[in-house]
Protein backbone atom coordinates (compact mmCIF):
# COMPACT_ATOMS: atom_id res chain seq x y z
CA UNK A 1 0.00 0.00 0.00
CA UNK A 2 2.82 2.47 0.89
CA UNK A 3 3.95 2.44 -2.94
CA UNK A 4 0.53 2.58 -4.05
CA UNK A 5 0.01 5.82 -1.76
CA UNK A 6 3.81 7.26 -2.93
CA UNK A 7 2.82 6.86 -6.49
CA UNK A 8 -0.56 8.98 -5.66
CA UNK A 9 1.50 11.91 -3.92
CA UNK A 10 4.68 11.98 -6.10
CA UNK A 11 4.99 15.57 -7.25
CA UNK A 12 1.90 16.29 -4.84
CA UNK A 13 1.22 20.40 -5.56
CA UNK A 14 -1.68 21.87 -3.86
CA UNK A 15 -2.22 26.01 -5.25
CA UNK A 16 1.01 25.70 -7.04
CA UNK A 17 3.23 24.26 -3.77
CA UNK A 18 5.03 21.20 -3.75
CA UNK A 19 3.41 19.34 -0.65
CA UNK A 20 5.70 16.74 0.97
CA UNK A 21 3.73 13.36 1.86
CA UNK A 22 5.81 11.32 3.81
CA UNK A 23 5.81 7.36 5.38
CA UNK A 24 5.50 8.43 9.35
CA UNK A 25 7.48 10.93 9.72
CA UNK A 26 8.62 14.41 8.22
CA UNK A 27 12.24 15.38 8.89
CA UNK A 28 12.83 18.11 5.92
CA UNK A 29 11.96 21.75 5.87
CA UNK A 30 9.14 22.85 5.11
CA UNK A 31 6.18 24.20 7.25
CA UNK A 32 3.38 22.46 5.34
CA UNK A 33 3.76 18.61 5.04
CA UNK A 34 1.85 15.48 5.18
CA UNK A 35 2.61 12.14 7.00
CA UNK A 36 1.04 9.03 6.41
CA UNK A 37 0.51 5.47 8.16
CA UNK A 38 -1.56 2.20 8.63
CA UNK A 39 -3.75 2.19 11.18
CA UNK A 40 -5.77 -0.74 11.31
CA UNK A 41 -7.51 -3.66 8.71
CA UNK A 42 -10.13 -5.87 9.43
CA UNK A 43 -11.45 -8.65 7.66
CA UNK A 44 -14.17 -8.27 4.98
CA UNK A 45 -14.78 -11.73 3.12
CA UNK A 46 -13.42 -14.95 4.19
CA UNK A 47 -14.51 -18.43 1.91
CA UNK A 48 -13.16 -21.76 2.42
CA UNK A 49 -11.50 -20.89 5.58
CA UNK A 50 -9.06 -18.31 3.12
CA UNK A 51 -9.44 -14.98 3.42
CA UNK A 52 -10.30 -13.51 -0.05
CA UNK A 53 -10.54 -9.48 1.20
CA UNK A 54 -9.77 -7.24 3.96
CA UNK A 55 -10.33 -3.37 4.03
CA UNK A 56 -7.07 -1.39 5.17
CA UNK A 57 -7.04 1.71 7.37
CA UNK A 58 -4.58 5.01 6.80
CA UNK A 59 -4.40 7.85 8.53
CA UNK A 60 -2.81 11.23 6.83
CA UNK A 61 -1.58 14.26 9.26
CA UNK A 62 -1.80 17.12 7.90
CA UNK A 63 0.38 19.42 9.32
CA UNK A 64 0.56 23.02 8.47
CA UNK A 65 1.40 26.65 10.08
CA UNK A 66 -1.41 28.12 7.65
CA UNK A 67 -4.64 27.44 6.15
CA UNK A 68 -4.82 23.56 5.09
CA UNK A 69 -8.17 23.26 3.89
CA UNK A 70 -6.95 23.18 0.21
CA UNK A 71 -4.45 20.82 0.87
CA UNK A 72 -6.93 18.40 2.78
CA UNK A 73 -9.86 18.85 -0.55
CA UNK A 74 -6.82 17.85 -2.61
CA UNK A 75 -5.93 14.79 -0.87
CA UNK A 76 -9.31 13.65 -0.69
CA UNK A 77 -9.92 13.76 -4.67
CA UNK A 78 -6.53 12.27 -4.81
CA UNK A 79 -7.17 9.08 -2.86
CA UNK A 80 -11.05 9.53 -4.20
CA UNK A 81 -9.34 8.88 -7.91
CA UNK A 82 -7.56 5.65 -6.72
CA UNK A 83 -10.22 3.69 -5.10
CA UNK A 84 -9.77 4.80 -1.45
CA UNK A 85 -13.15 5.81 0.89
CA UNK A 86 -12.72 9.05 2.97
CA UNK A 87 -13.72 7.67 6.78
CA UNK A 88 -14.96 11.21 8.47
CA UNK A 89 -15.94 9.30 12.18
CA UNK A 90 -12.34 7.94 12.23
CA UNK A 91 -11.04 11.20 10.79
CA UNK A 92 -9.77 13.82 13.26
CA UNK A 93 -11.40 17.39 14.03
CA UNK A 94 -9.28 20.90 13.50
CA UNK A 95 -6.54 20.99 15.87
CA UNK A 96 -3.76 23.46 17.11
CA UNK A 97 -0.47 22.31 18.68
CA UNK A 98 0.74 25.05 21.26
CA UNK A 99 4.01 23.22 21.43
CA UNK A 100 4.95 23.46 17.73
CA UNK A 101 2.53 26.22 16.35
CA UNK A 102 1.25 23.79 13.34
CA UNK A 103 -2.10 23.41 12.47
CA UNK A 104 -3.24 19.68 12.57
CA UNK A 105 -5.68 17.53 11.30
CA UNK A 106 -6.01 13.71 10.57
CA UNK A 107 -7.99 12.28 7.86
CA UNK A 108 -8.62 8.50 7.87
CA UNK A 109 -9.46 6.51 4.55
CA UNK A 110 -9.59 3.17 3.48
CA UNK A 111 -9.34 0.41 0.75
CA UNK A 112 -10.04 -2.96 0.16
CA UNK A 113 -7.53 -5.13 -1.08
CA UNK A 114 -7.79 -8.70 -2.18
CA UNK A 115 -5.70 -12.20 -0.69
CA UNK A 116 -3.98 -14.30 -2.51
CA UNK A 117 -4.82 -17.64 -1.32
CA UNK A 118 -3.53 -21.08 -1.31
CA UNK A 119 -6.07 -22.72 -3.57
Known amino acids: MNNEIEKIFKDFTVNGKKVPVSFLRY??????????????????FSADDDLQSYVVYYDFDVYSKQNYLAITEAIKSSLKANGWRY?????????????TG???????FSKEKGEITNG
Do not use: C, I, M, W
Not at 31 to 39: A, E, K
Not at 87 to 99: A, M
Not at 102 to 108: A, D, E, G, P, R
Open 27 to 44: NGRETTYVTYQQVDADSE
Open 87 to 99: QPGKSSGDLYEDE
Open 102 to 108: YYHTTLN
